[in-house]
T-cell receptor, first 113, second 112 residues
Framework: DADVTQTPRNRITKTGKRIMLECSQT?????MYWYRQDPGLGLQLIYY???????NKGEISDGYSVSRQAQAKFSLSLESAIPNQTALYFC????????????FGPGTRLTVL | QQQVKQSPQSLIVQKGGISIINCAYE??????FPWYQQFPGKGPALLIA?????SEKKEGRFTISFNKSAKQFSLHIMDSQPGDSATYFC???????????FGKGNQVVVIP
């Protein structure tokens, strides 16, 4: 079984809809991250969490919110989706002692029409 | 805001050739400089990383060369294979908040 799983893997939605992307990990890591990938723009950090009670904004947090429900679960929400949020979204985890070594999930491809 | 610049944006190499991609950064926090490899349809995965107490690290066909004074590090892929065709991201620790800033990626295509 994969160490970092994301659901759904693909989602097509309409402008204005609320969307939740979920991430679960079995690596026992404290740190979890949500990244967005757009062609030519690389990986941009949306939000990150260093433990259950810790939530931090990344580079592009506007229009997004997160919830760290447990050490193993970190969800990303788009309260009112817009077309320019169409992208590939990755969840990642890292260990406290090796925060430069990220383990990425398989990604969620989101299309907002 | 950490600036991380990768070059070239894309690279086409013949099988057996050497692929060289570069990463330049402005500032950094802790000393750890990784390269990630991403295949189409997959999440990035750590390929190789270096700490700047050494200038070079080799793992199989992959080598990182680090130049601390120039704030640059590069990835060399020796004897490039079609299976190396992927997007490569460098990352640099961000000062002050213990996380990584990624470059925009280098697409490497190895043709048979």
């Amino acid at each position: 079984d994969a160490d970092v799983t994301q659901t759904p893997r693909n989602r097509i939605t309409k402008t204005g809809k609320r969307i939740m992307l979920e991430c679960s990990q079995t690596k026992g890591h404290d740190r979890m991250y949500w990244y967005r990938q757009d062609p030519g723009l690389g990986l941009q950090l949306i939000y990150y969490s260093f433990d259950v009670k810790d939530i931090n904004k990344g580079e592009i947090s506007d229009g997004y919110s997160v919830s760290r429900q447990a050490q193993a679960k970190f969800s990303l929400s788009l309260e009112s989706a817009i077309p320019n949020q169409t992208a590939l979204y990755f969840c990642a985890t890292s260990d406290l002692k090796a925060s430069g070594n990220l383990y990425f999930g398989p990604g969620t491809r989101l299309t907002v029409l | 805001q950490q600036q991380v610049k990768q070059s070239p944006q894309s690279l086409i190499v013949q099988k057996g050739g050497i692929s060289i991609i570069n990463c330049a950064y402005e500032n950094t926090a802790f000393d750890y400089f990784p390269w990630y490899q991403q295949f189409p349809g997959k999440g990035p995965a750590l390929l190789i990383a270096i700490r700047p107490d050494v200038s070079e690290k080799k793992e199989g066909r992959f080598t990182i060369s680090f130049n601390k004074s120039a704030k640059q590090f590069s990835l060399h892929i020796m004897d490039s294979q079609p299976g190396d065709s992927a997007t490569y991201f460098c990352a640099v620790p961000v000062r002050g908040n213990n996380r990584l800033a990624f470059g925009k990626g280098n697409q490497v295509v190895v043709i048979p």
